[in-house]
């Protein structure tokens, strides 16, 4: 704010009445001094409407400022979002062309087979499985195996993390390719596999894990990476031998880790 632009007021009065020369003794005043723009009252009520005048100017143009700043905050944010919606329609339109290009590849036979995989109900939990027992634990790692290639099947993996740590590598890798499977529209058909023998382990002094080696026959799979692709099958495998690291948290049984022993 520039201060000398609003001076006045009875201080600008004082200093020009002072400077006037003083009026000669028993001289008769004018009937001009009344109206003399000069004159004390009125320099002090054009001083007084000046600082109004300056108050007034400074607050319109305060107001104004504030206003434009709204404006263009309002704009910034209609732009973003403008642009958010942009982006997210691009995103959409793309994701919808690449399913359409992936279904347009599938035969008939394999849409049927597709819908099969992908209307596979979820494995039912066995009621023992969370007990602290050697049964419960063997229980644990039939129904992994079962979330295993429902996974595959369906791409739903929330029952599978959820009895999954943190530290299972194995568990995360399975997770990871089956939702990267079905993303890019491909799925696995339903296999055969049976359990077929189960040792348990007691927990070693400073350990936090049991061990439970499983003994399981699985069927010949098939996975389908879609995109066209030509399908991927595995041959069957008999007495192959699955190292579990599982623990028990006090309410169920937690995979800290799967490993395929050599026969």
């Known amino acids: 704010m520039v201060w000398w632009s609003c001076f006045g007021g009875e201080e600008a009065s004082a200093m020009s009445t002072s400077l ?52 263009a905050s309002v704009s910034a944010s209609a732009s973003a979002s403008a642009a958010v919606a942009r982006a997210e329609k691009g995103i959409a ?18 849409k049927a087979q597709r819908d099969a ?30 979330l295993y290639r429902y996974a595959y099947m369906t791409g739903n993996t929330t029952e599978l993390k959820a009895m999954s740590d943190d530290r299972c590598v194995f568990c995360k890798s399975v997770i990871d390719r089956a939702t990267k499977l079905h993303q890019n529209g491909g ?29 399981a026959n699985q069927g010949q799979v098939v996975s389908h990476p879609g995109a066209g692709s030509d399908p991927i099958i595995s041959a069957p495998e008999e007495n192959q031998v699955l190292d579990f690291s599982i623990r028990h948290n006090g309410t169920r049984w937690m995979v800290g880790g799967v490993e395929v022993l050599n026969k």
Not at 93 to 110: G, V, W
Not at 132 to 137: S, V
Not at 187 to 215: R, S
């Open 20 to 71: 006037r020369p003083p009026a000669p003794a028993g001289a008769q005043r004018s009937v001009f001094d009344r109206s003399w723009p000069g004159s004390r009252l009125e320099r002090s009520r054009a001083a007084a409407g000046l600082a109004a005048v300056c108050v007034l100017a400074l607050g319109m143009t305060a107001c104004s400022l504030k206003d434009a700043k709204a404006e």
């Open 117 to 146: 995989a992908l209307a596979q109900p979820a494995p039912e939990k066995p009621e023992q499985m969370n007990d602290a027992t050697r049964e419960g634990a063997t229980l644990t790692a039939w129904y992994f195996l079962e």
């Open 187 to 215: 799925w696995a058909d339903k296999w055969d596999q049976e359990l077929v023998n189960a040792t348990y382990y007691e927990k070693i002094e400073g350990y936090d894990y049991n061990e439970l080696d499983v003994t």
């Open 93 to 110: 339109d793309a994701n919808a062309s690449a399913t359409a290009s992936r279904e347009a590849a599938l035969t008939p036979e394999l």
